[in-house]
């Protein structure tokens, strides 16, 4: 069970904390009712489904809390499929391997490494609804905290591609350990290593996933060679991504 797991302490050299990265404690968000309905296609357009929608989403504007820290890195070298970055103010570097998805810090200057959520309150809610039976609900709520998460995403890409335009860089698309092609989901340790999570009341467990579930560790890399400063994502070298459904 989640709760029989423990957070993980990074183990070797020992990378110290960030204690004063940067932080977003109060993300503002809204959530339209359009947008939830837009969502709410795949599970059909009865009265009932839309009543509870409306209420879930009612209830999920007092719940959700989004924060985020980030930190810009150095680029130090990169060799075969591992790429170093520099802790700032620590003298430490950090070797992550991102398998294939080395490419993609082809032309890297700087990194932007960022851990976000949506927030513990509204998982709780989830769940509870789950547990009481009442899975329509725990279906929206899950939803929500979907669309919450992607606009804190969002906030993050805005950050980056801010800072690549006034550099006059580019972007390179949007990275997250266990959601692209060779970064394994073990590589999130290394990520989250150098955040204090506690400061946004996040949890990096014994498996490498961080808790509330609804939370994302990413890297997105700048440099004056990148082709454009609007992150994207690697979808463009996917095999699939002219079938793909998910994409949509």
Not at 81 to 101: H, N, Y
Not at 175 to 198: N, T
Request: glycine share 8%; with cysteine.
């Amino acid at each position: 069970m989640q709760s029989q797991l423990s957070l993980t302490t990074p183990k070797g050299r020992g990378f110290k904390k960030l204690n004063k990265t940067n932080s977003l404690p109060d993300i503002d968000i809204h959530v339209s009712s359009h947008e939830l309905a837009e969502k709410l296609s795949t599970a059909g357009k009865s009265e009932e489904v839309f009543k509870t929608a409306s209420l879930a989403l009612s209830k999920a504007k007092q719940l959700w809390n989004p924060k985020a820290l980030y930190q810009w890195l150095d680029i130090g070298r990169i060799t075969g499929t591992m790429a170093e970055v520099i802790i700032p103010g620590t003298g430490e570097s950090l070797s992550l391997d991102l398998g294939f998805s080395i490419r993609f810090l082809k032309y890297s200057r700087k990194v932007l490494a960022a851990v976000y959520t949506a927030g513990e309150k509204l998982e709780a809610e989830t769940a509870k609804a789950s547990s009481n039976g009442d899975l329509l609900l725990a279906y929206i709520y899950d939803l929500i905290g979907l669309i919450v998460l992607d606009k804190v995403s969002k906030t993050i890409k805005n950050l980056c591609e801010k800072k690549a335009r006034s550099l006059g860089w580019g972007t390179s698309p949007f990275l997250s350990p266990g959601s692209v092609h060779g970064w394994g989901i073990a590589e999130q340790k290394k990520i989250c290593s150098i955040f204090p999570l506690g400061k946004i009341n996040v949890k990096l467990l014994d498996t490498s996933v961080l808790s509330p579930f609804k939370t994302i560790s990413c890297l997105i890399a700048l440099g004056p060679e990148y082709e454009t400063s609007k992150v994207g994502t690697t979808c463009l070298v996917c095999s699939k991504k002219n079938e793909c459904l998910m994409k949509n």
